[in-house]
């Protein structure tokens, strides 16, 4: 059998097998692989679109780290410093600064529904004090502190008035104590509404402030007298 011959042959033999010829193209022999790989039999193992998503995450935070170690100085030690001190940066301000405060609205009363006199709420306040629950010993003195000036006609009893606003209106005639009062005002709202814990000094303050309101003489201008009626 000649090599010309044989190599014939052997193709026709191939052919008749059933087999793949061995001179497929290159074009059907690629498609013929892509649809014998996109069968399910092949994929049982594959991750479910949450996990691939979370890889690729990944994938782009590592490839993130990376490139900042490459470029921080100091390498991967120097970005690891670098990150400190900016989380020790935030974690200072947070503490400074507090919670970021909401803004005021009329639901934020500085009483309830309850009518108690400036003594009712300073025994509260003492109460609270005693047992060092701050932030309601706190609460109760500022209370006390603003009935106490509505009780010597300094402020007018209003249902829905702030801590704000009632330091605000009490600063007319005190402006002596309007840096106190606009402070216990601060205190209290943070408080009671910015997730800040009060403590034993500030209690204090504001113990101090009700006690020197008794024998501050009001400044009775035109204008103060105009907030008190």
Do not use: C
Not at 149 to 173: D, K, S
Not at 190 to 195: A, F, L, Q
Request: charged share 25%; aromatic share 4%; hydrophobic share 40%.
């Amino acid at each position: 059998m000649s090599g010309a011959g044989g190599t014939t042959s052997a193709r026709l033999l191939i052919h008749a097998s059933g087999d793949i010829p061995v001179d497929t193209p290159r074009v059907p022999a690629r498609e013929a692989a892509k649809h014998e790989l996109s069968k399910p039999m092949y994929h049982e193992n594959d991750p479910d679109l949450l996990h691939r998503g979370l890889n690729r995450i990944w994938n782009w935070i590592s490839d993130l780290l990376d490139t900042a170690s490459g470029s921080a100085p100091g390498g991967p030690l120097g970005l690891v410093v670098l990150v400190l001190a900016a989380l020790g940066l935030i974690t200072a301000l947070w503490w400074r600064l507090g919670t970021p405060r909401r803004t005021v609205r009329s639901a934020d009363a500085l009483f309830d529904d309850s009518a108690r006199s400036a003594a009712e709420h300073r025994a509260t306040a003492e109460a609270h004090a005693a047992a060092r629950r701050w932030n309601e010993a706190v609460q109760e003195r500022m209370r006390a502190i603003v009935r106490s000036l509505e009780e010597r006609a300094l402020l007018v009893p209003r249902p829905g008035r702030t801590a704000r606003e009632a330091a605000a209106e009490a600063a007319r005639p005190l402006p002596s104590q309007a840096a106190r009062l606009h402070a216990a005002a601060r205190e209290f709202d943070d408080v009671t509404y910015g997730d800040r814990t009060a403590n034993q000094q500030a209690y204090r303050d504001m113990s101090a402030l009700d006690l020197d309101l008794e024998t501050t003489k009001p400044l009775l201008t035109p204008a103060a007298r105009g907030a008190a009626e």
